[in-house]
T-cell receptor, first 117, second 111 residues
Framework: GAVVSQHPSRVICKSGTSVKIECRSL??????MFWYRQFPKKSLMLMAT?????????EQGVEKDKFLINHASLTLSTLTVTSAHPEDSSFYIC?????????????FGDGTRLSIL | RKEVEQDPGPFNVPEGATVAFNCTYSNSASQSFFWYRQDCRKEPKLLMSVYSSGNEDGRFTAQLNRASQYISLLIRDSKLSDSATYLCVVNMPNYGQNFVFGPGTRLSVLP
């Protein structure tokens, strides 16, 4: 069964809306979660690394004020796309790895397909 | 040089064919290697880990060559359901705890 749950799976909203996406690890504690974005027929692009209890680490070119990340507990990280615009439309995927298991594979959520009109 | 590189693809093969995917990585200190598959409009799913001695899971065989910094995935007797994008994933110590995904190679198995 799924070990990482992501919600919602689909969002369609108007330009200027802020959208929150949740990522939960279901049966393990994740000190680190990862947020990716993927455009159609393109590779996964890491946006940021979410660290429980501290600030997220953003990849170059990703605006931290645009993509707010909160990792308040060992099982939940949220990504908020603030004032979303059509160019933010994409497939957003989170992943997580168990605490202390730095060499274990990441498990992915189902992804969130975001469409901004 | 990119951190993780894969065959550009796409690969179009008939059912029953054997297909090989290649992946090279840049960091000689990398220790963990995986193959994921991603279906269209879905999240990546772990296919198999890659162990130093090579490992097999049914029709799938993964191999690692540390000296050449090269990983491979072989699929035998390919099925229509094998059609997907195959992603090579490597941990990169200089990236902290993160893993780096290759760009993927798309496979289409044709009837």
């Amino acid at each position: 069964g799924a070990v990482v749950s992501q919600h919602p799976s689909r969002v369609i909203c108007k330009s200027g809306t802020s959208v929150k996406i949740e990522c939960r690890s279901l049966d393990f504690q994740a000190t680190t979660m990862f947020w990716y974005r993927q455009f159609p027929k393109k590779s996964l692009m890491l946006m940021a690394t979410s660290n429980e209890g501290s600030k997220a680490t953003y990849e170059q070119g990703v605006e931290k004020d645009k993509f707010l990340i909160n990792h308040a507990s060992l099982t939940l990280s949220t990504l908020t796309v603030t004032s979303a615009h059509p160019e933010d439309s994409s497939f957003y995927i989170c992943s997580a790895r168990g605490q202390g298991l730095s060499n274990q594979p990441q498990h992915f959520g189902d992804g969130t397909r975001l469409s901004i009109l | 040089r990119k951190e993780v590189e894969q065959d550009p693809g796409p690969f179009n093969v008939p059912e029953g064919a054997t297909v090989a995917f290649n992946c090279t990585y840049s960091n000689s200190a990398s220790q963990s290697f995986f193959w994921y598959r991603q279906d269209c409009r879905k999240e990546p799913k772990l296919l198999m880990s890659v162990y130093s001695s090579g490992n097999e899971d049914g029709r799938f065989t993964a191999q690692l060559n540390r000296a050449s910094q090269y990983i491979s995935l072989l699929i035998r007797d390919s099925k229509l359901s094998d059609s997907a994008t195959y992603l090579c994933v490597v941990n990169m110590p200089n990236y902290g705890q993160n893993f780096v995904f290759g760009p993927g190679t798309r496979l289409s198995v044709l009837p």
